[in-house]
């Protein structure tokens, strides 16, 4: 067994970068002092994680993790399990404590979690956080108190759970040329959307068997209107695209919209309906984009079903990647946050922080555009008269956009029938112009949904 | 644009970790000089990556590359591109330059590069390699070496080509108790049974294909027997189970006998056929085995195809986990190795080793057992009379093995019939006194093929 006593934490820069067996049993271990905003249950599980593998941890990285203290609402109310000895219900005792190294965030929102992590910083703390939210609209801010204060910003758990898409972007993947992510990175939506797909059902009873199940919150509207997909997305294009893609550049729609026909006439087609998370770069021009997305069913992505979390990545020089996990769940969040613990450890004297300008505003050398191109969906319901199917490919080949391929069916409702034509790469304004010609006496447009391939 | 004057190399160590846009105007880059050991496909890759990321890598990162030398067997005769002015036939002016930083070894095959990477590294070098079989058969005394001498040893390239799989699990999951990695590791094999499985065509006329597509060598051994998967898991195995699994311990099939008929079978019964590594570990209980298997269907490394790699983990806290990529390809592996390169740069002066005693021997506290418990397909050839179909079944439930599913065909030759069986979960021991209990004069066992969910 490994020595275990403490040494002057101020030793530490000696200790940066894991060691070998060999050397470990001469070295002392490194002790580490973490102190928690927050304590639900994710800070239940990372406490968990740590308690249980706490031998284990010393053996492989020769670090000795000690959970100091915890911030909580009320002692007294405090559903978690983890000692009421470390609980706090004072922020600054946390914040300020001199022997605490690392400040890992679990509140979740933005605020008080983003000034809380922002004083963290200033006193030169390092901070590992899961928030998306708060970090997505306080970035530039916490990664100039970072920078200033020679601390260090992790959050793996933010984007896609467990899913170590951050680091093998900023790590892994830094020699190459990445020009595309596009991920499904919201599990509540993705479950909506499978139980949807696979049992023809609607939305909204979807949504309220998921509420029932825990699986939505009461609330959900963060989830369904791709407001949490649009801050994990501005975290993950600004990190593959070496540039800072704020939050209002996003566009984002949601899934309140999607009918059990969509799905059926696209699943008919050869597609699945997922919620993605899109992100596109070629030299200066970057498109960003949440919004419900048809893929080819044998499309990598169109396999990941329920609460799972997948990134699609492509690369001049990686090619085509997929990593996929869970994306959420107090386990897997906490076997993310404490690989973040672990890095932050063996490298809180040479923090690491993103290699671009993380500034308020987005750098103005590079242009977001809403005028992407690619594949659209378009669902109509039409009167069954002659012509009709004629205007509707007018109204198209007018705008120079063909069709691929075009699906007539009789609608429920007597006279008329639905037509659903998935046409081929075309300009966003284009294909709305295209559809705002339709004449609305004879046709009225059901659905618009994009198509990736 | 940013300042590019050299800095003294030995004032490296300021410079570990990434640097932020902020300081970056500041600090003057790092220098970091390579040596090549091989310029052939891989080494070109590498050259052209590192050339044309050349400006945007001191953008990201504030290290200057220059790769100083290159050893080849015949100047006269490289087929590659790069400049002939840094090639050299003499090793000895890569591996003792003292201008360089690291070395990045692309000879492939065992011997000399195991021998040239000890001598760099001997020589305080990092060593950063694709080699899986040199490292596998050496990596024990690479890592003393590389200890002794304060010298990183980085591979992520050597299994699963450009998936970050090596980091993730030595960086990302180091918190984690991973009990099961299962990787697609080789994509010949994978491309073979991909094409058997979609054309129904036999193993030796794809694999003639194969060769004539420069998909498989003119000698597939290494390939088709499972020895490059084998030394694959080796690695794999010992970094996700943190102990030394050396590869003598893995039991290894490979894919020369499979016939279509097996995987047409399989197909039928709901599965697909992958050549499979796995790795799985319970307490101090090991087992390591290459071999075909089938996989439901629905299984994420079943719809794995063509000449991809995944590996599927799962960990206690971070459950189920899959990574997948380009096995192989010289950008793909530039870009694994550039990663490397850029990480190896990051921490020259905190060299990063494995957490375990990376011993000649494994660890005597693990037991490494051949008598694992999966499901087995089995294939019989029978005679079509009465009694034989209850005889098979009493040969299995004396051994206490219960069969989940049963296919009784009409064989091609009269009077004989397919009997195809998948059995619930055994013992590999008692699964094979079952099947050599059958009465050879009405049973011939045609094949056995595992089975994992």
Not at 360 to 385: G, H, I, K
Request: glycine share 8%; proline share 4%; net charge negative.
């Amino acid at each position: 067994m490994i020595g275990r006593s403490e040494i002057d934490p101020n030793n530490s820069l000696r200790f940066t970068g894991h060691h070998s067996y060999f050397e470990r049993t001469d070295i002392m271990p490194k002790v580490i002092h973490l102190g928690f905003l927050g304590c639900g249950n994710i800070g239940g599980g990372v406490y968990h994680l740590l308690t249980e593998m706490h031998e284990e941890i010393l053996k492989r990285e020769n670090i000795d993790i000690r959970i100091k203290s915890a911030l909580v609402k009320s002692i007294a109310e405090a559903r978690s399990d983890v000692p009421k000895d470390i609980m706090t219900e004072k922020a600054d005792e946390v914040l300020s404590d001199p022997d605490i190294d690392i400040i890992c965030e679990f509140m979740g929102g933005e605020q008080p979690a983003a000034a809380f992590m922002q004083k963290a910083l200033e006193n030169g703390k390092t901070v590992v956080t899961a928030n998306k939210m708060a970090l997505a609209l306080n970035w530039h801010k916490l990664q100039a108190a970072a920078v200033e204060h020679h601390a260090g910003l992790y959050y793996e758990a933010s984007v896609g759970g467990v899913i170590p898409v951050i680091r093998s972007l900023t790590v892994s993947l830094n020699a190459d040329d990445i020009d595309q992510v596009m991920g499904i990175v919201n599990g509540t939506t993705n479950y909506i959307l499978t139980q949807m797909s696979q049992q023809g059902r609607s939305y909204s009873d979807v949504l309220a068997e998921a509420q029932k199940l825990g699986l939505a919150e009461p609330d959900p509207t963060a989830d369904v209107e791709g407001f949490d997909a649009a801050y994990k997305l501005s975290i993950l294009s600004s990190i593959a695209f070496h540039t800072r893609v704020t939050y209002e550049k996003i566009h984002r729609e949601g899934i309140t919209g999607i009918s059990p026909d969509d799905i059926a006439y696209g699943r008919e087609m050869g597609y699945t309906l997922k919620l993605l998370a899109i992100g596109k770069r070629s030299d200066n021009f970057i498109e960003v984009r949440v919004h419900p997305t048809f893929l080819p069913s044998d499309h990598p992505l169109a396999r990941v079903d329920g609460s799972l979390n997948a990134i699609y990545i492509h690369g001049k020089y990686c090619q085509d990647m997929m990593l996929q996990g869970r994306g959420a769940g107090d386990k897997p969040t906490a076997s993310a946050i404490c690989g973040d613990i672990l890095y932050a450890a063996n490298h809180l004297g040479t923090p690491i922080v993103p290699s671009f300008a993380n500034t308020a505003e987005p750098d103005p050398s590079m242009f977001f555009t809403d005028n992407w191109r690619c594949r659209y969906f378009v669902r109509l319901d039409a009167a069954d008269t002659q012509g009709v199917l004629g205007s509707v490919a007018g109204a198209f080949s007018g705008k120079s956009i063909s069709i691929a391929s075009l699906l007539q069916r009789p609608s429920k409702v007597s006279g008329r029938a639905q037509i659903i034509l998935i046409t081929h790469e075309a300009n966003e304004h284009a294909l709305k112009e295209a559809v705002s010609s339709l004449n609305p006496d004879l046709v009225k447009v059901e659905n618009i949904i994009r198509v990736e391939n």
